[in-house]
């Protein structure tokens, strides 16, 4: 068995990988004054480093099938790093936002590895505990990255933010290379050569299932949601009647360590609740969230947050949950590829298209556009999740 580590190791992976995915959110007024950009211009320095995560996610699980895991994640790790640290050195808005989809398109070599790594390495009766680290450390990296950005940014300049996670990423990716294993008991894989041939058919296959196209649907309106409320709502609380500055924006990401505390507990009430009433009740509870970020009041902007975050976390436990039930055992990575692309796309558009909102009515209309996707996500998850009579096994296999 894996040693303690080795659990770190797995720990810091998630930490590493989700550092500087959204490490630009508490910086976007700062850095709409420092480019003499528009909010959806720097808006694209998130939307860029999430789509990348998006295109790379699918086939990076059948690229990177032949090659030792461990060997994958430090490598990506590292390439996470690089581009990071080379986003200090930019001297425009393109520049930057060019090296953030570098750093997207490295991720997915962590989080797609990662997960069947341990699935590997470890007894079934202890993957359970793993994987909850895991997401723990995936959930702390978002954290930290969003307010060490926010705060070194304020304190001394955004290009110390990028070098100081840069390097926070390197010592990560040495600790990992020192820590995690190599994998011993990796199975073997019958027809390697035709695990990329297959894959268009595989897709096309799940493309069938009515209740994973929903299970995608409710996947991209997560992080759509998240990432629309963190990104936009940094305008409205840096002007008037607010006028937050880069490092009191940075303290709001205190509200991301819910997921800490919920992840864990939204398992176990999903269990007993099931999956679709599950899925409503979260969805609800980050729609009063949103709406309560209209009152002018920080302390209710603040519990609007919790709750937004606390309904964000829930959805995504019950939509990982589905998309576990409704994938056909054969097909199930590839599933989980789909999965991160609709996901990681609803991150991309989170950061562009609220801009148009914006332009309309400011905040309020940002929000009322939030809500109204997350109406959207709620009647195809209550329509499209119910369990059919026939299993659909037959239908999503591949031709």
């Known amino acids: 068995m894996p040693s303690k580590l080795a659990a770190i190791a797995v720990t810091l992976c998630g930490v590493c990988a989700f550092l500087e995915l959204y490490c630009t959110q508490p910086m976007l007024p700062l ?57 200090a050195t930019s001297t425009s808005l393109a520049q930057l936002v060019f090296w953030r989809f570098l750093q997207g398109i490295c991720i997915p070599g962590v989080i797609a590895v990662v997960i069947t790594y341990i699935g590997e390495e470890w007894p079934p009766e202890r993957v359970a505990l793993i994987m909850s680290f895991y997401v723990s450390g995936t959930a702390l990296g978002g954290f930290i990255g969003r307010v060490s950005a926010g705060m070194l940014a304020d304190w001394f300049n955004w290009r110390v933010s990028f070098l100081v996670l840069g390097a926070l990423a390197l010592a990560g990716a040495a600790a990992v ?9 990796r199975p073997a894989l019958q027809h390697r050569a035709d695990v990329l041939p297959a894959f268009p058919y595989q897709i096309q296959g799940l493309l069938r299932s009515r209740r994973l196209i929903a299970t995608f649907a409710v996947g991209f309106n997560v992080l759509f949601s998240l990432v ?22 940075s303290y ?16 176990y009430v999903i269990t007993k609740v099931g999956l679709r009433a599950g899925i409503a009740g979260a969805i609800t509870c980050s729609m009063t969230g949103v709406l309560l970020t209209l009152v002018p009041s920080l302390a209710a902007v603040i519990l609007g947050l919790v709750m937004v975050s606390t309904g964000v976390f829930i959805s995504q436990t019950a939509s990982q949950s589905h998309l576990r039930v409704a994938s056909p055992p054969e097909a199930r990575v590839t599933a989980a590829g789909l999965y991160l692309t609709c996901y990681y796309l609803g991150g991309t558009a989170a950061g562009v298209v609220p801009g148009a909102f914006w332009a309309l009515g400011k905040w309020p209309a940002c929000a009322g556009f939030i809500v109204a996707m997350q109406l959207v996500a709620l009647t195809v998850a209550l329509v499209g999740w119910r369990t059919p009579k026939v299993s659909e096994s037959t239908r999503t296999s591949a031709p």
Do not use: C, D, Q
């Open 31 to 87: 850095l709409a004054h420092i480019f003499h950009a528009t909010k959806t211009g720097v808006g694209m320095t998130v939307s860029a480093s999430t789509l990348g995560v998006a295109i790379a996610a699918p086939i990076f699980g059948a690229l990177t099938e032949r090659l030792p895991r461990k060997r994958v994640i430090v490598v990506s790790l590292s390439g996470i790093a690089v581009p990071t640290l080379l986003a």
């Open 252 to 267: 709001l990401f205190f509200v991301y360590l819910v997921g800490l505390v919920v992840t864990p507990m939204a398992g």
């Open 177 to 185: 290379a020192a820590w995690l294993p190599h994998g011993r008991r």
């Open 228 to 249: 629309g409320m963190f990104t936009w709502i940094t305008f409205h609380l840096s002007a008037a009647p607010f006028n937050l500055s880069t490092a009191a924006l």
